[in-house]
């Protein structure tokens, strides 16, 4: 194919074997409910009631057997041809398990008229189940299935139970807000009330009980985890379009559970160090319970162990395993664990071995557990070991000292001893008697002070105290040296398309006399020498969004013709290639990110990765706005599900290989959204206020591995502030840290529409404006001497780069 052929002409041509279309095929939906089985999460199995034995009568309860939630709201929606939900997928399984369809034609019929009434999948009310119904299920058969559906999305949060109604003082008002507070009186991490009635009663009916928890974050887990009348709980989360049949298929063993969790499951959401202020302020959220985020706060502060459920990294098996350290040293600043595992059980599963680090606690203190390593097995037959070999390097223990408390603004070992914990889970370990002792405090790596809290008041420590914070000089995020486009002038608006003049079609299509875009594709003149053939005009153009061509919604970039720039097309990401309805094309849901990182397991996610990339080719797009790897931070945030986990080296770790699965096929991932985006409710206004150490060891740290190890070819600033200063115009995030220290040359773009000025992201190394850029605006700016020719040509350098790279 001709170089930027399918940007250019967006030709039909279907990527698969004999001239087949690659997107939603059979092979991509199989291998999406593969990966959803992958990382389902077993919590619960008392006197082995699952998995199901052949010829099992089952009574779907909960309107979530029917109503299944594939994935949340917003950018992480995919167009699919169908949702596989629960009763569907048992039923397909049918010869194995006999639905009573009675009961699911009660649900059924329900929903269908919620649905017809405008309710969307997961916004639905649980109905009261008919006595006479009930006691026709439970005459056929004793064994009760009951699914929780819950849904979030992007731009609104999930409400806290502890929040007055006043508390939350929205900007704007979101249908789905109100109708989440209507449907959950105390909040969607509990059950409501007649979910509540519904367990009762299927509680009082049924001598075996099992659970499927069709959600896509932390939810409450205390209404099962010590109640013995149920006896099974598969964590299924919001499993793609082949979600339901996923879990059907493991509820009746065909395959083996191997999810682990990717969250601490506490006791009550209260329970979390983030609830009690996340509604605070609709302007800001204070971390302060600063780098004690999930298990690093539960298995650290005193008294918190108490209030987990789940402990992160925990999930069972159908089948046992037993593992055995084998050895465990260091030579030359790596350190090297050999762990032997076996299958003790009667059927053929996987385990995840992890590693854990307890650095001594020193001045700086420290979490009582730190994951550095993990490592999943092959497909281990009953009786079957296998030898794996975890590593992790000595460096990668140190700590980040923001206050010079041991060295100022530096990564450093602190002297004493390292523990090493091998295990299933942050809690299920054996300390080795291997320590790495270190004999005098150590400076890793010296850097140097950057993005300071200036009013974050303090911060939690290791003891549960606070630390008060050193307080600057504020900054205000408004500020602008000319009059600051409104936020509502900025939202929502497409790029203008660019006057080409008439040319006679049997000549060159391009400038007289100009560089074409192809010269440089082809070597023979540099990117500096094609831009300095370019007016400002032009130059200023390139910074921003272009129209769509195709079938993208989200806009492209480049599009310079009588240059030969191709305009090279953008989609969303991440649960899929997010293309509108409106274009006919349906697509592959895959599982939410939260079930991919539970599968702890980077060859699935690669493949995940790289069949979602051919769908994004086949479509004739070239950048995919995935992976979304913020910190689950907390609950409360609307957009949990699209992101991966509670810990940043998990989080790095799969999604590199998510990064390393799309680019494999020429396609461009986008690293989002960088950083501290942790919460949805005025997420454009938002201050995240943090103090450098947290930043560091916990938000960034995800986009840091994912940048040292997978080199993604773009990066999206997130819109909401960082200790006063919009992440997509700070400098010091984009091109300090991320361009200085870690090394990438990759493009950064906003996210869409931020509410910050185009030439303070140019300022700030922010290269591209999406939805659209603000041409005229930089131009004003460089005639006032705010910006050079030379800041937009670095910025345009970068945006050329990345089309340069497209196929
Ligand atoms: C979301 C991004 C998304 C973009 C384009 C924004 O609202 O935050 O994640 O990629 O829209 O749809």
């Known amino acids: 194919m001709n170089k930027w052929q399918r940007s250019r002409f967006q030709p039909n041509l279907p990527l698969g074997e004999n001239g087949e279309r690659v997107t939603a095929s059979k092979a991509h939906r199989e291998l999406s409910k593969n990966a959803a089985k992958e990382g389902m999460v077993l919590l619960k199995n008392k006197q082995n009631v699952l998995p199901l034995k052949k010829g099992t009568k089952v009574a779907l309860f909960g309107k979530g057997s029917i109503d299944y939630v594939k994935g949340g709201g917003g950018s992480g929606d995919v167009t699919v041809e169908y949702i596989i939900n629960l009763y569907e997928g048992m039923k397909a399984l049918k010869g194995h398990v006999n639905v009573f369809e009675e009961l699911s034609d009660f649900y059924l019929e329900n929903v269908k008229s919620q649905y017809e009434q405008g309710a969307i999948p997961g916004m639905t009310v649980e109905p009261v189940v008919p006595e006479d119904l009930l006691k026709k299920a439970s005459a056929f058969t004793d064994t009760a299935i009951i699914t929780i559906c819950r849904f979030s999305g992007e731009g609104w949060d999930r409400k806290s139970s502890l929040d007055t109604k006043d508390k939350i003082v929205l900007p704007y008002e979101d249908p789905l807000i109100k109708r989440s507070e209507e ?3 105390r909040g969607d991490f509990y059950l409501t009330k007649t979910e509540t009635a519904m367990v009762n009663t299927v509680k009082e009916h049924f001598s075996k009980v099992i659970v499927v928890m069709n959600v896509g974050g932390m939810v409450d887990t205390s209404w099962f985890v010590d109640d013995d009348s149920i006896q099974s ?8 379009m082949e979600g339901g049949l996923a879990a059907a298929e493991l509820l009746c063993g065909m395959g083996n559970p191997s999810g682990k969790l990717s969250d601490t499951f506490a006791k009550r959401l209260e329970d979390y160090p983030s609830t009690y202020n996340f509604h605070d302020s609709v302007d800001y959220v204070e971390y302060t319970d600063d780098i004690y985020v999930g298990y690093r706060y539960f298995e650290t502060i005193p008294g918190a162990a108490e209030k987990v459920n789940y402990p992160f990294g925990f999930g069972l098996s159908y089948s ?3 593992w055995n350290v084998v050895s465990a040293e260091e030579q030359n600043g790596v350190i090297q664990v050999k762990v032997s595992v076996t299958n003790t059980g009667s059927l053929e599963g996987k385990e995840v071995i992890q590693i854990y680090v307890g650095a001594p606690q020193g001045l700086l203190g420290k979490p009582a557990k730190s994951l550095v390593a993990f490592q999943k097995t092959r497909q281990l037959k009953a009786g079957e070991t296998q030898m794996l070999s975890l590593e992790f390097t000595v460096d990668s223990m140190a700590s980040y000292d923001d206050l010079g408390k041991i060295q100022k603004s530096a990564y450093v070992l602190e002297a004493g001893d390292y523990l090493i914990y091998v295990g299933t889970s942050v809690r299920n370990v054996e300390k ?17 002070e950057k993005l300071v809290p200036t009013s974050l008041k303090e911060r939690m420590l290791a003891d549960g105290s606070f630390e008060p914070l050193p307080q600057r000089e504020a900054h205000n995020p408004n500020e602008c040296a000319f009059e600051k486009i409104t936020d509502w002038q900025a939202e929502g608006y497409t790029p203008e398309g660019r006057i080409r003049k008439s040319y006679q079609l049997w000549r060159e299509p391009f400038k007289k006399g100009c560089h074409t875009f192809y010269e440089v594709a082809e070597g023979k003149v540099t990117v500096e020498e094609f831009l300095a053939q370019m007016t400002d005009e032009e130059v200023a153009h390139l910074l921003g969004g272009q129209p769509n061509t195709g079938v993208a919604n989200t806009f492209g970039l480049g599009n310079m ?8 097309m953008t989609a969303d990401g991440p649960a899929g290639l997010r293309i509108a309805p409106e274009c006919g094309v349906k697509t592959t849901a895959w599982p939410c990110a939260t079930l991919l990182a539970c599968t702890w397991n980077r060859d699935i996610v690669y493949a995940v990765g790289e069949a979602g990339a051919k769908e994004v080719k086949e479509n004739n797009i070239a950048i995919w706005l995935t992976p979304a790897v913020n910190i689950h931070r907390s609950p409360l945030c609307g957009r949990n599900f699209e992101y991966y986990s509670e810990d940043p080296f998990l989080t790095g770790k799969l999604a590199a290989a998510m990064v390393e699965g799309i680019q494999s096929q020429h396609i461009g991932a986008t690293v989002k959204h960088f950083a501290l985006n942790n919460k949805e409710t005025n997420r454009k206004n938002s201050d995240s206020r943090v103090s450098e150490r947290a930043a560091r060891e916990i938000y960034l740290k995800g986009f840091e591995i994912i940048v040292k190890e997978a080199n993604p070819w773009c990066i999206m600033s997130s819109y909401n502030i960082i ?11 984009l091109e300090d840290i991320l361009r200085g220290e870690w090394g990438w040359n990759g493009m950064v773009t906003t996210d869409w529409w931020t509410y910050a000025e185009h030439y303070k992201e140019v300022k700030a190394g922010n290269d591209l404006k999406m939805g659209r850029g603000y041409p005229e605006r930089l131009l004003e700016a460089k005639a006032l001497g705010l910006i050079t020719r ?15 790279k497209v196929d």
């Open 183 to 185: 449907i959950f009186e």
């Open 233 to 240: 709980v598969l964590m299924a989360w919001q499993g793609g």
């Open 320 to 322: 046992s395993f037993q």
């Open 432 to 448: 080795l008697s291997f320590v790495y002792n270190v004999p005098q405090n150590i400076v890793v790596k010296q850097l140097s």
């Open 561 to 568: 013709p009588e240059y030969g720039v191709p305009n090279i």
């Open 723 to 733: 200790n006063g200063h919009r992440a997509s115009e700070n400098r010091e995030l």
């Open 790 to 804: 030379e800041d937009m040509d670095v910025c345009a350098k970068r945006i050329l780069e990345l089309i340069l």
